[in-house]
């Protein structure tokens, strides 16, 4: 009776894979001077620009509404809803013209 040796199978070289680790979001705090009773809200390319999606709070010790945004490093266009109305940080001097013919602000995190 021949014996029969099973070949085995090379062993596998594991290797670490190198994972590239994601930038750290950072909290950026948008804030717009309005009256109290406004309803406010942020819209940008960071919630595609759902006008309302991410609602402002009013503080009034501060006499502004505010909201806190997780955001990855990069360059955003963002706008503030007030009452239904479009309009650009008026704190904010950064901007670029849209398609519909107004400004979008800008804000770049790092």
Sequence with gaps: MKKTTKAKAPAKATRKRATAKKPAAKSVIFTLHAEKGKKVCLAGQFNNWNPTAKKL??????????TTVKLAPGTYEYKFVVDGVWCADPANVDSVRNDQGTFNSVITVK
Excluded: E, G, I, S
């Design 57 to 66: 709070a009013y503080k009034a010790k501060d006499d502004v509404y505010a």
